[in-house]
């Protein structure tokens, strides 16, 4: 894969490569959107150490995978929201699409959606939130500046390991495995947070007691 990446740094379609693998992993998690682009940031860092002609640009990089990411996030949003009753049907028989539906509604409704920009970060936790926010009919403008600041906070982390993998240990797969490492445990952390349970509301844990 690393020496496919290696060929593909040097010409545009490297951003449609990683676009595409962006915008269809919240559909399908199990893509390696995140290895690819990890990959081509290490690529293209390698590439201007070594002076080698061509190239590609690691800020367009970024930019190329936070606006799929975004795209993504929309089109699962919307197809969810226009689910109808079977959708609703599917999300209240999976115990952890109805916990997600409901931490994220309280969250948006707070007026917070760190929620968003952390379960980025989570193995499939894109996709259990943004399929969440439409079923459970949030307002775009609840939920879209919060898929943006996700988007552009893990296409930067992205790119960014790469570069630094790239930097400190050139175009090998040694550098895409520490980069890849690196972002698996920002995942692992994610997931932590996405899944611990929810505190309880003041006037809840008051009438509890």
Excluded: H, K, N
């Excluded at 002609?53 to 929309?74: E, F, K, Q, R, Y």
């Excluded at 952890?96 to 948006?108: F, N, Y």
């Excluded at 439409?134 to 930067?156: H, I, M, N, Q, Y």
């Amino acid at each position: 894969m690393l020496e496919s990446v290696r060929l593909l740094a040097g010409s545009p379609w490297i951003y449609a490569a990683v676009a595409a693998s962006v915008v269809l992993d919240v559909f399908l998690p199990i893509l390696p959107s995140g290895v690819l682009l990890i990959s081509a940031a290490t690529a293209a860092t390698a590439a201007t150490a070594t002076a080698a002609p061509g190239g590609i640009s690691l800020i367009a990089l970024a930019l190329c995978a936070a606006s799929a990411s975004v795209l993504g996030d929309l089109v699962a949003y919307r197809l969810a929201w226009r689910g109808g009753p079977r959708l609703d049907r599917a999300i209240a028989r999976s115990r952890r699409l109805t916990t997600a539906q409901e931490r994220l509604g309280t969250a948006l409704g707070r007026g917070g959606g760190a929620l968003v920009v952390i379960a980025r970060f989570a193995p499939a936790g894109r996709s259990v939130v943004s399929l969440g926010a439409g079923a459970a009919r949030r307002r775009a403008r609840e939920f879209v500046p919060w898929s943006v600041l996700a988007g552009v906070a893990w296409a930067s982390y992205s790119v960014g390991v790469g570069y630094f993998g790239g930097q400190w240990l050139g175009a090998t797969w040694f550098s895409v495995a520490v980069s890849v490492l690196a972002l698996c445990l920002a995942g692992s952390v994610a997931a932590y947070v996405v899944r611990r349970p929810a505190p309880e509301p003041p006037a809840a844990a008051a009438t509890a007691a």
